[in-house]
């Protein structure tokens, strides 16, 4: 079974408007993290935004934010005021405890690839 | 602000040659991993590398691959026998703790093409 899942392979959405990226888990663990990261053409992985599974506020970075619904094992990224400069693929990752035994490998959804309109 | 290194960029090779991917890990971090990348594909972990020794390897880590920090700064990935399938993006990542909520830092990444 897939620990996590990104149900939208592509994703489009009109400069400076705000767009939601998918993402669901699978754990049982009660302790883990939620990240995503940003892979623009160039290849490079960004970090952009964390939420850990006992934090009851959602997470914010800047125009990132983290809208976690831990009943529903979600973890969907929004962007709000979306720029050209947005446009890239973005994973999202997590992190188990693994019975305390866990050195912080991420896993990987298959990505989400934003295009940004002008 | 301190980054992750990785050298060479891109690296092509012919199957079945020995290759050596390096990378330069946030000075001050404790924990390092490799992750690869096949084209169009997501991330996959590959290795945790944690107080000088594999802290954990996926099934994807054969007896092909090892990874050694030589010295205080570099954390190399080797591949002994090339083959066409490990053709990927590899990348290098490091974080100071290993706990849930720190971030991994990656590199830019190596572009490995075996031919």
């Known amino acids: 079974a897939q620990k996590i899942t990104q149900t939208q392979p592509g994703m489009f959405v009109q400069e400076k408007e705000a767009v939601t990226l998918d993402c669901t888990y699978d754990?049982?663990?009660?302790?883990?993290?939620l990240f995503w990261y940003k892979q623009p053409s160039s290849g490079e992985m960004i970090f952009l935004i964390y939420q850990g599974s006992y934090d009851e506020q959602n997470a914010t970075e800047g125009r990132y934010s983290l809208n976690f619904q831990k009943a529903r094992k979600s973890a969907n990224l929004v962007i709000s005021a979306s720029q050209l400069g947005d446009s890239a693929m973005y994973f999202c990752a997590m992190r188990e405890h693994a019975g305390g035994t866990s050195y912080g490998k991420l896993t990987f959804g298959q990505g989400t690839i934003l295009t940004v309109h002008p | 602000e301190p980054e992750v290194t990785q050298t060479p960029s891109h690296q092509v090779t012919q199957m079945g040659q020995e290759v050596i991917l390096r990378c330069v890990p946030i000075s001050n971090h404790l924990y390092f991993y490799w992750y690869r990348q096949i084209l169009g594909q997501k991330v996959e972990f590959l290795v945790s590398f944690y107080n000088n020794e594999i802290s954990e390897k996926s099934e994807i880590f054969d007896d092909q691959f090892s990874v050694e920090r030589p010295d205080g700064s570099n954390f190399t990935l080797k591949i002994r026998s090339t083959k066409l399938e490990d053709s990927a993006m590899y990348f290098c990542?490091?974080?100071?703790?290993?706990?849930?909520?720190?971030?991994?830092?990656f590199g830019p990444g190596t572009r490995l093409t075996v031919t």
């Open positions: 990542a490091s974080t100071y703790l290993g706990g849930l909520s720190s971030g991994q830092y």
């Open positions: 754990t049982s663990d009660q302790s883990y993290g």
